[in-house]
């Protein structure tokens, strides 16, 4: 019957369908995959060779002279996005729990797509207005060159912040309002009910914005370029300069070749791995709350 | 028990709150003077001449207009090859099959992918495009990076969009005898392309700003690009490069400004179109 030819036919084409579908989808997986066999390809190598030790707690990066230590760079990119966090993170929050709990309608209507809007302004003006107002504010204020830990740390807290405050407002309100009335209603304030209601309900999600943050932070690379200074040694001090692993690559690139580029390759290796952990930290973190609740 | 000092609730309310006005009066304040620098800075630069010829000396002089028709280049090849790949995995995962291991794979993949800083899939990019593929710095190779880059984006907001076309639409598209695929292609993406173009247009914000994956990739050059194959410099590495070796502050201020305003056009079009589907989507 034609009917039953028809559907069988559309069964048919459907079945194909499906099967390209799934090949599409494994692209991000794919990418994933070769992402992480190339890095690893070109930077294991040089690493194996001169002895993982060397490369990870080594402190002298001299790669004219075959010297291939990253301590300094690995310290660095953790300072500087503990240093973000230390500044984003309080700024962040209390700027989501104004909007979504004390401000009226009206303010956190305007500001939330504005600070939103902020959100997608490239690093590299961050790093540049960074270098231009932040780093001789420093160098007057505080001496030293103004390049350094502490620019990079402001430069970043302030990049994240419109992460940070956007996922958390939007946690915050979904937290059902009908936990603030039960709070209320028992007599509790405001910030009473803020802070043992509605902080704890939305609190994976507190913790997720936070960790793309952080992620955002230990990733970047053209702003800190700008404001760290650079010098690949381990920073005795907020205002010594500072060298991540990120501006570790992006430096040296450019002119980079033979072993010295495969030593930025293992850079690059170190890089992916902290924040593999730290996502996975984090993530873990995050349910184990999720579970609680 | 260690007796602890409290505060009146009362009086810690105040004090909270004005803390977190002062707070986020901060945080408000330093965002917008960020705006405000580069545009007041930025604005008397930018001229007709500027947007439309050619720099010269380095940059030195001249505009930025072959710096502009890269990132157009550069952003359309990166959305040309984003978009089916993320569509087509947020249509598999949504319509095609069920919760499971092949889906939580795909998700993890995704997730995973997100994560990583732009400088590694700028390393990527020029070991794969540039050198293995020899496509050398070019159009393509940045293109085909930023691609990679956005694909994250795109499967998670379609993926959204998709889910959040109401169960009734298909019904009624099967109860009327279309396949699987005419529904999806007839009735469900109608109903979640306001979403999945939000998605898209994001993805078009981070990769027009985006720096450090481009410069390994497309390079630097500052000529009109003439193939794909050509060497380019995208705007935001026109700034870095302007203002890292202090070429020319006011031209650098002049492409920031032009680089900000397009991101922030771009992303009022998007919380344009958001607010349309949240109001559509919750009225339904």
Same mark, same amino acid.
């Given at each position: 019957?034609?009917?039953?030819?028809?559907?069988?036919?559309?069964?048919?084409?459907?079945?194909?369908?499906?099967?390209?579908?799934?090949?599409?989808? $494994?692209?991000?997986?794919s990418v994933l995959v070769i992402i992480t066999i190339f890095i690893f390809e070109q930077g294991l190598p040089i690493m194996m060779k001169y002895g993982l030790?060397?490369?990870?707690?080594? @402190?002298?990066? $001299?790669?004219?002279?075959?010297?291939?230590?990253?301590?300094?760079? +690995?310290?660095?990119?953790?300072?500087?996005?503990?240093?973000?966090?230390?500044?984003?993170?309080?700024?962040?929050?209390?700027?989501? +729990?104004?909007?979504?709990?004390?401000?009226?309608?009206?303010?956190?209507? $305007?500001?939330?797509?504005?600070?939103?809007?902020?959100?997608?302004?490239?690093?590299?003006v961050y790093g540049f207005l960074g270098l231009m107002f932040l780093v001789p504010f420093i160098r007057e204020k505080f001496g030293g060159s103004g390049l350094s830990v502490l620019a990079a740390s402001i430069i970043l807290g302030i990049m994240i912040l419109p992460t940070i405050i956007s996922i958390s407002i939007d946690s915050i309100r979904a937290v059902?309002?009908?936990?603030?009335?039960?709070?209320?209603?028992?007599?509790?304030?405001?910030? @009473?009910?803020?802070?043992?209601?509605?902080?704890?309900?939305?609190?994976?999600?507190?913790?997720?914005?936070?960790?793309?943050?952080?992620?955002?932070?230990?990733?970047?690379?053209?702003?800190?370029?700008?404001?760290?200074?650079?010098?690949?040694?381990?920073?005795?001090?907020?205002?010594?300069?500072?060298?991540?692993?990120?501006?570790?690559?992006?430096?040296?690139?450019?002119?980079?070749?033979?072993?010295?580029?495969?030593?930025?390759?293992?850079?690059?290796?170190?890089l992916f791995v902290i924040i593999m952990i730290l996502n996975f930290l984090a993530n873990l973190a995050a349910r184990k709350q999720y579970r609680k609740k | 028990m260690k007796k602890r000092f409290r505060l009146?609730?009362?009086?810690?309310?105040k004090a909270v709150q004005f803390l977190l006005c002062l707070m986020t009066s901060i945080?408000?304040?330093?965002?917008?003077?960020?705006?405000?620098?580069?545009?007041?800075?930025?604005?008397?630069?930018?001229?007709?001449?500027?947007?439309?010829?050619?720099?010269?000396h380095m940059g030195r002089e001249g505009g930025i207009f072959s710096t502009i028709v890269a990132t157009l280049y550069l952003t359309v090849i990166a959305l040309l090859v984003a978009t089916p790949l993320g569509v087509g995995t947020a249509i598999y995962l949504t319509e095609y099959t069920f919760e499971g291991i092949v889906t939580r794979i795909i998700r993890f993949g995704a997730e995973c992918l997100a994560g990583i800083p732009s400088i590694i899939f700028g390393l990527f990019g020029f070991i794969l495009f540039v050198n293995k593929l020899k496509f050398g710095w070019s159009i393509l190779s940045g293109g085909l990076t930023l691609a990679f880059m956005v694909l994250p984006t795109i499967i998670r907001t379609s993926e959204e969009a998709i889910k959040s076309v109401p169960a009734a639409y298909r019904l009624v598209s099967y109860s009327l005898g279309s396949t699987r695929w005419q529904?999806?292609?007839?009735?469900?993406?109608?109903?979640?392309?306001?979403?999945?173009?939000?998605?898209?247009?994001?993805?078009?914000?981070?990769?027009i700003g985006e720096t450090a994956a481009v410069i390994f990739t497309a390079g630097s050059a500052l000529h009109l690009p003439s193939s794909l194959f050509?060497?380019?410099?995208?705007?935001?590495?026109?700034?870095?490069?302007?203002?890292?070796?202090?070429?020319?502050m006011p031209k650098a201020y002049g492409t920031a400004a032009v680089l900000v305003i397009a991101i922030l056009l771009v992303n009022i079009v998007t919380y344009y179109l958001m607010g349309k589907y949240i109001t559509r989507s919750s009225r339904e």
């Amino acid at each position: 019957m034609a009917g039953g030819n028809m559907i069988a036919r559309h069964e048919g084409s459907d079945r194909l369908i499906k099967i390209s579908l799934l090949v599409v989808a $494994f692209s991000a997986v794919s990418v994933l995959v070769i992402i992480t066999i190339f890095i690893f390809e070109q930077g294991l190598p040089i690493m194996m060779k001169y002895g993982l030790k060397n490369f990870l707690l080594g @402190q002298n990066w $001299f790669p004219s002279e075959k010297s291939f230590g990253l301590l300094p760079m +690995i310290v660095g990119s953790l300072l500087v996005t503990l240093g973000a966090l230390v500044i984003g993170v309080p700024l962040g929050l209390a700027s989501a +729990i104004f909007l979504t709990e004390f401000s009226n309608r009206r303010v956190s209507r $305007f500001l939330k797509p504005v600070i939103e809007l902020l959100a997608g302004i490239p690093s590299v003006v961050y790093g540049f207005l960074g270098l231009m107002f932040l780093v001789p504010f420093i160098r007057e204020k505080f001496g030293g060159s103004g390049l350094s830990v502490l620019a990079a740390s402001i430069i970043l807290g302030i990049m994240i912040l419109p992460t940070i405050i956007s996922i958390s407002i939007d946690s915050i309100r979904a937290v059902p309002d009908s936990y603030r009335e039960g709070s209320i209603a028992l007599g509790a304030t405001r910030w @009473q009910t803020v802070r043992m209601v509605v902080l704890p309900a939305a609190r994976s999600g507190l913790v997720a914005g936070i960790i793309l943050g952080m992620g955002r932070a230990i990733g970047e690379t053209m702003a800190v370029i700008m404001v760290a200074g650079n010098a690949a040694d381990i920073p005795g001090s907020l205002l010594a300069p500072v060298r991540t692993l990120t501006s570790n690559i992006a430096l040296e690139m450019a002119y980079a070749s033979g072993e010295h580029r495969e030593a930025l390759f293992a850079t690059g290796v170190v890089l992916f791995v902290i924040i593999m952990i730290l996502n996975f930290l984090a993530n873990l973190a995050a349910r184990k709350q999720y579970r609680k609740k | 028990m260690k007796k602890r000092f409290r505060l009146k609730p009362k009086v810690e309310q105040k004090a909270v709150q004005f803390l977190l006005c002062l707070m986020t009066s901060i945080a408000v304040l330093i965002l917008i003077f960020i705006l405000a620098v580069i545009l007041k800075n930025g604005l008397p630069e930018i001229s007709l001449e500027f947007l439309t010829k050619n720099p010269a000396h380095m940059g030195r002089e001249g505009g930025i207009f072959s710096t502009i028709v890269a990132t157009l280049y550069l952003t359309v090849i990166a959305l040309l090859v984003a978009t089916p790949l993320g569509v087509g995995t947020a249509i598999y995962l949504t319509e095609y099959t069920f919760e499971g291991i092949v889906t939580r794979i795909i998700r993890f993949g995704a997730e995973c992918l997100a994560g990583i800083p732009s400088i590694i899939f700028g390393l990527f990019g020029f070991i794969l495009f540039v050198n293995k593929l020899k496509f050398g710095w070019s159009i393509l190779s940045g293109g085909l990076t930023l691609a990679f880059m956005v694909l994250p984006t795109i499967i998670r907001t379609s993926e959204e969009a998709i889910k959040s076309v109401p169960a009734a639409y298909r019904l009624v598209s099967y109860s009327l005898g279309s396949t699987r695929w005419q529904t999806v292609t007839r009735v469900v993406l109608p109903s979640a392309s306001p979403g999945i173009i939000t998605g898209v247009i994001l993805s078009l914000g981070r990769s027009i700003g985006e720096t450090a994956a481009v410069i390994f990739t497309a390079g630097s050059a500052l000529h009109l690009p003439s193939s794909l194959f050509s060497s380019a410099r995208t705007m935001s590495v026109h700034f870095y490069i302007l203002a890292r070796e202090g070429i020319s502050m006011p031209k650098a201020y002049g492409t920031a400004a032009v680089l900000v305003i397009a991101i922030l056009l771009v992303n009022i079009v998007t919380y344009y179109l958001m607010g349309k589907y949240i109001t559509r989507s919750s009225r339904e």
